[in-house]
């Protein structure tokens, strides 16, 4: 079944870390993989998992296919491009699913209509061809413009049109080389939705790519333009410099619901444990002030921020490392931490000391931060043990 809106709050999650992410070069994921992050997907609320590409691989289609007969919750969707041989094979790989998605796409700016050799003429009867195809084989489909942003508005809004009269259920507007800033974003999606005949009855969704940096602000601002599917990836995984991350917009919506007075279906909770999976199975490591997912992005390591911290967390946290599922300590022993930060570490640790004793070991702590980088548990232990050494 193709999702409807009645919730006008609520935002789809469309993941493609399987397809989009996995496109990055280097990223290939085995079958196992594949299936463990798409059961992951699931599980944490993703309303629409990309499985793949079918036509791409014999690789590609089994992942698909194996994804689709188990999946439990998410609707599984894979990619074809606008010709009755890839839609067909597409068929073929999510057919099994409980709720199954075609999404096909064709290059609609003009730089794509001249590799094509297409005329829009030609084209457009490419587009009213192949989601009546799609439409045939499935009552799910996604249509995608590639390269939408640098398309001319009037084309854009006559394909959608074309598009949207032959069946599709969502129309996604790429972003595909990640050119676009955050009020064009909302602009595009806000004029699609006010001059295209039937835009109410379709979801429209953004597809951001982050090569200005963009894709986070760009998505969400496409959901304040009228979006209502947001297509990302885990750790912002994905062509270049990536997609959009799952993690960013999903937190953003969450804390500033002031702003951004929507919804999705995730359990943040899950989203560290993912992140980590993802980074894992893909060899891509995820960079230490990586928002929302970063080794660093809950540490605290001056001694105004932990002095801070240990006295009101809200001080320099706008959200909980609970919420995503970290566990781990906030607070990062550096040659930056003060006493308050050693004191308190030292008591998680199982150490209660007096002031005095306190002057002591945060001098030695300090010589010893301005010799190592980093100040691990077992260092401290070490200081501890060395001081009642030596008295
Ligand atoms: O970036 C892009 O345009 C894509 C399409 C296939 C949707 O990934
Ligand atoms: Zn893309």
Redesign the pocket.
């Known amino acids: 079944m193709a999702p409807t809106m009645a919730d006008n709050s609520r935002v789809l999650i469309f993941d493609?870390t399987l397809r989009?992410g996995e496109q990055s070069p280097g990223a290939t994921m085995t079958h196992d993989e594949k299936l463990e992050i798409a059961e992951l997907l699931d599980e944490m609320g993703v309303d629409i998992i990309e499985a793949g590409f079918p036509i791409a691989s014999e690789g590609d289609f089994e992942a698909v296919s194996d994804i689709a007969k188990r999946s439990k919750n998410s609707m599984i969707c894979g990619?074809a491009r606008a010709n009755y041989k890839d839609i067909d094979r597409c068929w073929e790989a999510v057919r099994n699913a409980a709720q199954p998605r075609i999404?096909t796409?064709i290059g609609t700016s003009p730089l794509h209509r001249e590799i094509t050799k297409l005329t829009m003429d030609e084209m457009a009867e490419r587009i009213h061809d192949t989601v009546t195809h799609a439409r045939n084989l499935c009552d799910n489909v996604q249509w995608?413009p590639?390269?939408a942003i640098r398309t001319e508005r009037d084309y854009l809004a006559r394909v959608v049109e074309i598009a949207i009269k032959a069946g599709a259920t969502t129309i996604?507007i790429?972003?595909?080389v990640g050119y676009t800033l955050p009020e064009e974003s909302a602009q595009i999606i806000r004029e699609l939705i006010e001059r295209v005949p039937g835009a109410d009855e379709v979801i429209f969704a953004t597809?951001c790519?982050n090569d200005l940096g963009m894709a986070t602000a760009n998505a969400l601002a496409a959901v304040q333009g009228g979006a209502r599917q947001i297509?990302c990836t885990i750790n912002g995984l994905g062509e270049r410099a990536g997609n959009t991350a799952l993690e960013e917009v999903v937190m953003a919506i969450k804390v500033r619901k002031d702003l951004m007075p929507f919804v999705t279906g995730i359990d943040t909770t899950k989203i560290m444990h993912l992140s980590r999976r993802v980074s894992q199975v893909s060899g891509f490591p995820v960079q230490f002030n990586k928002a929302i997912v970063g080794k660093n992005a809950f540490l605290h390591e001056s001694g105004i921020h932990q002095d801070g911290v240990l006295k009101n967390v809200e001080t320099f946290e706008i959200m909980k490392p609970a919420d995503i599922g970290i566990t781990e300590t906030n607070i990062a022993m550096g040659k930056h931490s003060g006493r308050a930060a050693l004191r308190s570490k030292l008591k998680d640790l199982g150490y209660e000391l007096a002031d005095n004793q306190l002057n002591d070991v945060f001098v030695r702590f300090k010589a010893l931060a301005d010799r190592k980088k980093e100040i691990y548990d077992d260092d401290l232990i070490a200081l501890m043990t060395d001081s009642a050494a030596n008295t």
Do not use: V
């Open positions: 493609t989009d990619l999404h796409f995608s590639m390269d996604n790429p972003d595909t597809h790519h297509e």
